[in-house]
């Protein structure tokens, strides 16, 4: 039972393919776990092809793909490392993640290797902890894979995805008895204290 799920504007940047990669990969996450958000996103894409098709064709120069590749500047295809993680969906299985760090008693990061303005990763949290707190300057996407957590909004349980609109004044707490996994993907995150000394030395 999925009760909280990406905001509108979210769903139509993912079907039109704007999103940076790491919080695509976040909300894919979620429509791996939610029927109602697949069908929008399924629409979206319709309608987006059908103004695509209504377009006049243009000619492309004979030698169109010989200048796209002189151009060098394409982007490196990720590298697929499968990870150790168990029961990871879809979406994540094939991704490539670095090492996992104890970024604080009882919390665990794992960032993804992921190219774009964005940066993401993987949360785990044993059950009672609360998540850093922290402020972000733009979009921010947390998808529960396992465990729950509650915060002002209520609370998220397996394939929920938690978009705030403001800065976490309450960072979430873990409410599960078995640790909680989330991905996060964030476009904007400064961490207080301890934690944003941490995140500058290794470089988040
Ligand atoms: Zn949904």
């Known amino acids: 039972m999925i009760n909280h799920h990406p905001s509108d504007a979210t769903l139509t940047s993912y079907a039109a393919g704007t999103l940076p990669e790491a919080l695509g990969l ?3 996450t979620h429509l791996s776990f939610c029927p109602a958000c697949r069908d929008a996103v399924a629409l979206a894409e319709a309608v987006g092809g059908s103004m ?11 030698d169109a793909l ?8 394409m982007p490196e295809p990720p590298v697929m490392t499968p990870v150790r993680e168990a029961k990871l969906p879809g979406p994540l299985k094939y991704c490539s993640f670095g090492r996992s760090w104890l970024v604080a008693p009882g919390l665990r990061w794992r960032p993804l290797r992921t190219s774009g303005r964005a940066w993401g990763g993987l ?4 059950p009672g902890r609360r998540f850093p ?19 002002a909004n209520g609370r998220y349980g397996a394939g929920d995805l938690a978009e705030p609109e403001g800065d976490h004044d309450d960072p979430p707490s873990i409410d599960s008895d078995e640790p909680c ?3 996060i993907a964030s ?3 400064r961490l207080g204290g301890a934690f944003g000394l941490l995140q500058r030395m290794i470089g988040l």
């Open 123 to 126: 949360l785990v949290a044993q």
């Open 181 to 183: 996994v989330c991905v």
């Open 187 to 189: 476009e904007g995150f």
């Open 133 to 151: 707190r922290h402020a972000h300057t733009g979009l921010e996407l947390t998808c529960v894979l396992r465990g729950s957590f509650v915060d």
């Open 26 to 28: 976040v909300t894919a």
């Open 52 to 62: 695509l098709e209504d377009l006049a064709p243009v000619a492309m120069a004979d």
């Open 66 to 73: 010989v200048q796209v590749l002189a151009r060098g500047d």
